[in-house]
Every structure is written in C-alpha cells, then in structure tokens.
DNA sequence: TCAGGTCGAGAATGATCGTTCTCCGGATGG
DNA sequence: CCATCCGGAGAACGATCATTCTCGACCTGA
C-alpha cells in the first residue's frame, strides 16, 4: 500500500466516523483500526488530529459543492436550476448516514475552540451562498441578494431540520415549495405565476 | 450557601460554558470554578456530567420558550404575533454571548452518542413547531402545517446563519421578509397583500 | 468540652486520548 | 551474506478528564 492509498483510506476512514459520530467523539486510535493503516504511516500523512479534521472538512467542502453543481447542471431552466437545490438536498437527506451538515455540526462543536474550524465552516456556507446567489441572478430575481439570503435560510433550516427528523416528512419538499413562493414574490413584476408546481 | 444557591449557580456557570464553547470542551473542575462551588458539593446536585447536561438543556428550553412567548404575547394581531418571532430572534441575535442554538450545537456535537441529547434537541424543535403552528392556524393559513414547516425552516436557517454570519447582515430580517412572503402566500385567496411590512 | 456531622479544598484514581517510541521482520542493495 | 532502511504492531508517555477519597476546619447540640 503506497503513500497515496493511505492517506485516501485514512480520509475516507476519517471522513466516516468523524461525520457519524463527531470529531471530539472519535479517537485516532478507531481511525487506525477502521483505516488499516498503522499509526505511524497514518502520522505521516496527516501530522496531527487537527490536520485530519482539517482535510477532512476540505475535501468535504469540495465534493459537496461539486455534487451540488452537478445536480443543477442538469437543468436548463433557471427555476428548474434553482429549485433542483431541494432535489439535490432530498437526495442527500435519503441517504443511509445522513447525519446533518458536516459543518454546522463541526461549528457546534469546535467552532468556538478552535479557528481553523470555524473558518472553513464559515467558508463553505459562503461558497453556498454565492452558489444560490448565482441562481438567484440567473433567474432574474428583482433583488438577487435578499433572494439568496432567504433561500440559503431554507436550505440551511433544512438540512438541520432533516437532521433532527423523527419523522418521514422531507424538509427538502417543505423548503422547495417555500423557495417557489419565494421565487415567485421575487419575480411577481415581471413573470407569471409559478406558484403551482410545473410537471417533471 | 444552601442547596438551592448551589444548584443554580452551578446551572448557571455550566450554561455559559457549555454554550459558550461547547459541552466536551468544558470539564466539571471548570465548572466548579465558575460556580464556586465544592467538587463534592457539585455531584451531591448532579450526579454526573450527563445529568448537568440534561438539566442545562432542559433549563434553557423552558426558558427559550417562555422568552419567546412571551415576545409573541406583546402583539395583538396574528400577522404581527407570527412576524414577532423574528424580531425575538433578531433581539437574540444580538446578544453578545450568541453562539447559535444551544439544542442544534448540543444535537451535532452528541446527537450520535448520546440519545438523551437527541432527545431534548428534537423535542425542543418539536415545541417550537408546534409554537409556529399555533400562530399559523391563528393567522388563518390555508395550510397551517404547511406554513409552519416552511417557518420552522426560516427560523432554524436563520439561527444557523447567525451564528456563522461574518457580515453584519442581520439573517433575522432576511427570515422576517421571507415569512411575509410565505404568510401573504398562504393567505392569498381569502385577504389583501401584506407584502409591504406594515409601520410598527 | 466533646462527639457527630458537614463542608471545602484538592489529592488520588482510573480511564481515555493524542502522540511518540521501541522492537522486530522483511525488503533492498552491494 | 550482511548492512541498512522502512514499515507495522502496539507499548509507552504525558496530559486531561470524570469521579471519588482524604483530611482538616468548622459548626451544632448537649
């Protein structure tokens, strides 16, 4: 096993636990054993537990948005576009281990201790406003940025309220049809209504 | 100092530090401290860290609740007791000490390893709802679940948003903006536009 | 004054954790 | 075949933490 393959099974080990369980909860020891790499090998790759967190947090950051385009690119429309952000959060809530977001979790817990933390969590909500934003200028909105702030709070309260779910009610459904209200209000001088849902 | 006085001062300090920084980064010699209380005396109250955790998180959501019910119960009309909640949050938000909601941070940093944790954070979104569909069935919604998940979502959204913000952009009055638009939404067919916030 | 009880201060305990070190087997190069 | 290096397994170290224990001071009631 080269340097390459244990730094990638060792994220991958990292990435897994830290998200189920949360960083403070889980020791460098499991991420050994989970990993299979030795200890030593897994100091070289990554020098200590905070550079883990680090790049663990990274390259989550990265694959998230880069999912998230993805979805939206399968779209032409801009509302299509726009509200394919709630397709894209449904998805994500229906998987297995979803646990919340990585980085409002990794906030609550180190944010005020540690800086690195905070900021790459602080980071990523930014890159997803400028992502909604985007949309939100796509599609014409009267005013692009009050649009992306109010959408980024519904994405946001629902990947927290899918978190905590008890039951099978999908935020993501909830936070779509609040998006095409708001959608709607913001274009209601100019478009017609989409307030009913277009087939798809 | 008598059993009361120590319970509450130990409540207290364990509440500005679990808040402040977070539950595992905080220990009890920390506390004791704080309170100034004994050691032996701080485990006569509670009989371990679990037991501090599940009275700070129960302590706070009686009060958060209270506080914000009481901020609704200023206002008369429905529209303005619904709205109310972001003024409570915007007020909230402002708070020198705000470090976003203590359930949220409490369920991301524990929610996977401790399901008393789990519990209170989940019954305490669950109050709130319930909270937001009492003043959506007040304010005549068509659809008062629907309107109240759909608030649910902006309220959330905007604790998390603030408590990442970098800006000075106050996510209480993006949330405030958005609600209109949803409440004027679910009222459309039955009364007049409330779009324009009306003067207060 | 004495016996009993309570309390605060902080040391002791035992566990866990991040990190480093030791030791050994195996691969490699001459 | 030998010397050297590298990696793995896991013991060792030092720190921290939750929890308990010790000890001495102080109060109380007779």
Partial sequence: MDRQ??????????????????????GMAE?????????????????????????????????????????????????????????????WFDTSDFRGCAFINAFGELGAVSTPVAGLARAHKCALRAQLRALAVEADAEDAEALADQLLLLVEGAIVAAAMRQTHHCPAEQGKAAARGLLNAHLSTTTPDLSAPPGE
Avoid: M, N, T
């Avoid at 730094?7 to 369980?21: N, S, V």
């Avoid at 390259?59 to 952000?85: C, G, K, N, T």
């Fill in 31 to 91: 991420i050994r054993q989970a990993s299979g790499v030795s200890l030593k090998r897994l100091y070289q790759c990554f020098a200590s537990k905070e550079d883990l967190v680090d790049a663990y947090l990274r390259r989550r950051d990265q694959r998230w948005h880069q999912a998230l385009a993805e979805h939206i690119d399968r779209h032409r429309s801009p509302e299509r576009r726009l509200l394919a952000v709630f397709d894209f959060l449904a998805a």
């Fill in 5 to 26: 393959e244990a730094h990638d099974r060792i994220l991958d080990a990292a990435e897994q636990l830290f998200y189920g369980r949360g960083i403070q909860a889980v």
